[in-house]
């Protein structure tokens, strides 16, 4: 019987990502042992291999030296993550037309609450559809776990790759983790798992067999919540992630500081990490914004939109720097600095929508004239 309080959570996970982005790229790489990672020759370690390559006991981690000891015809491949991250927008735009409830843990993997998306189909049908269409629309394969809890479900997708589709019935979650190792449940790791062997408890079955007190003994705080994931028992819900809206980055002095000279390396230093921030997301915006707090604790922001997007160092550190000089005065010091953009622009493809971005770019060029001042917040 179908009970209304019942989820139905997925949990996918890309197969040998970044080896399989590799081999969909290059079709001479298909069916042969793959090593993703750094040089074997220097202290490389190996990101992923193909599962071609894990049939000799390669995995990620592993020196790359080491794994080509195991698989002397292991390819070695260096990573390229522009493209891994492109590839991994598509995958969660696939999940994202299927649910806005999703949870992306890493470029390959999220877990996704499908219960409305169920609603006049079953979930394994939904779990089907999404695997063809992350297969037809990146040409990548994704393992699935599907339960009624993110615990389980994440111990499902595991299961059965690649490739795998692997659904926990609502009611048979602990019949379906007892006889799995104990380290397979999240919050277990190989040190836990290791005492836990030696007291010999070896399954999760074990381990949920064990009296409430124990639990408590053993793992304080945590105990009622490892008691209850051994028996299949997670209400956590799917949380899904807002949307970055700014990136800041910012610093307290140990003593306060009020020259040019002394704030403007500050100023580089922060805009510089700033940027490769935004690299690292991949996001560009046109705000930018310093925020200072002075000696008596004033704190205030300045900011200036520009009109284009930016996200590399010197634009940010120009406009940073623009911003700040106007504030130093004599006797005028400095507690604390901060620098941030925001107002991100999506990535749009060239040549779309002209008049929009001249519209927009106008609109940002009169910003940047009518900079704005923020409140000026005491604080404490
Ligand atoms: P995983 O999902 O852990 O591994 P995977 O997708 O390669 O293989 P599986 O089929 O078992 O899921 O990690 C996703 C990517 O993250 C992986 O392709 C490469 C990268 N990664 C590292 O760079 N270093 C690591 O130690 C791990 C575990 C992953
Ligand atoms: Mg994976």
């Not at 629309?137 to 776990?145: A, C, D, N, Q, W």
């Not at 019935?169 to 005492?195: H, N, Q, T």
């Not at 639990?215 to 209400?235: E, L, M, Q, V």
């Not at 925020?291 to 940073?320: H, V």
Request: glycine letters at 8%.
């Amino acid at each position: 019987m179908i009970q209304p309080s019942v989820r139905h959570i997925i949990h996918a996970d890309l197969d040998a990502f970044y080896a399989a982005v590799e081999q969909l790229d290059n079709p001479e790489l298909r069916g042969k042992p793959v090593l993703v990672g750094g040089s074997p020759d220097g202290r490389g370690v190996v990101a992923t291999a193909s599962y071609e390559a894990r049939k000799f006991g390669v995995h990620s981690a592993m020196p790359m030296a080491t794994a080509v000891r195991h698989c002397p015809d292991g390819i070695i491949v260096r990573p390229r993550f522009d493209r891994y991250r492109e590839l991994s927008a598509q995958v969660m735009g696939v999940f994202r037309s299927v649910t806005d409830t999703i949870e992306p843990q890493s470029l390959d993997e999220a877990y996704l609450d499908i219960t409305v998306a169920a609603d006049d189909r079953s979930p394994i049908a939904v779990a089907i559809d999404i695997k063809a269409r992350v297969a037809a629309e990146t040409g990548l394969t994704v393992s699935v776990g599907l339960a009624t809890g993110k615990c389980v479900a994440k111990i499902a997708s595991d299961l059965q790759k690649p490739d795998g589709l692997v659904v926990v019935p609502d009611g048979e979650e602990a019949e379906f983790l007892a006889p799995l190792a104990v380290g397979k449940l999240a919050g277990i790791g190989p040190k836990s798992a290791a005492r836990l062997l030696a007291d010999g408890v070896h399954t999760i079955g074990d381990l949920a067999g064990m009296p409430e007190p124990w639990f408590t003994r053993r793992f304080g705080k945590r105990g009622a919540s490892i008691r209850d994931h051994a028996r299949g028992i997670d209400h956590s819900p799917v949380q899904t992630v807002r949307e970055t809206k700014s990136m800041s980055s910012e610093t307290t002095f140990p003593e306060d500081i009020g020259s040019a000279e002394e704030l403007r390396p500050v100023i580089d230093r922060l805009s510089s990490s700033v940027a490769s921030a935004l690299m690292r997301k991949s996001l560009t915006g046109r705000t930018v914004t310093v925020k200072m707090r002075l000696s008596d604790f004033t704190t205030f922001t300045r900011q200036m939109t520009l009109p284009a997007s930016i996200n590399d160092d010197s634009t940010i550190g120009a406009t940073a720097w623009t911003l700040l000089e106007r504030e130093l005065a004599p006797e005028r010091t400095f507690r604390l600095l901060g620098v941030g953009v925001s107002g991100f622009v999506p990535a749009e493809p060239e040549g779309n929508d002209k008049p929009n971005r001249r519209r927009a770019a106008h609109r940002a060029s009169a910003g940047a004239r009518a900079t704005s001042y923020q409140l000026a917040l005491p604080v404490n």
